[in-house]
């Protein structure tokens, strides 16, 4: 199991940015996807942005253009970098990380951390 620890959210005002950062337990080169859910209140987890162990990313709709996944190897970590954020990125937003066990796909998640956008 990978474990996945979430930093970096918090209050900021609508236009504001904020970078998530996730740190993994294991070395993530050796993972096939890494990425971001999140949350909102009331609704359903939804993909924000993932990445491959190849660089190849894919982002929402919703935030293209706004957000900006990457991912450092050699330190084990991925960030989100949010810019221009609107209210409705307000959620708990999600680590995610996919990879081969040797027999099976596996999938490990964070605890979340918490971003609100205020108006």
């Known amino acids: 199991q990978v474990q996945l620890v979430e930093s970096g959210g918090g209050l900021v005002q609508a236009g504001g940015s904020l970078r998530l950062s996730c740190a993994a337990s294991?070395?993530?080169?050796?993972?096939?996807?890494m990425g971001w859910y999140r949350q909102g209140p009331g609704k359903q987890r939804e993909l924000v942005a993932t990445?491959?162990?190849?660089?190849?990313?894919n982002n929402a709709d919703s935030v293209k253009g706004r957000f900006t996944i990457s991912r450092d190897n050699a330190k084990n970590l991925v960030y989100l970098q949010m810019n221009s954020l609107k209210p409705e990125d307000t959620a708990v937003y999600y680590c995610?990380?996919?990879?081969?066990?040797?027999?099976?796909?596996?999938?490990?998640w964070g605890q979340g951390t918490q971003v609100t956008v205020s108006s």
């Open positions: 294991a070395r993530i080169f050796s993972i096939n996807v």
């Open positions: 990445i491959s162990n190849g660089g190849d990313t």
């Open positions: 995610y990380a996919k990879y081969w066990s040797g027999y099976k796909f596996v999938e490990d």
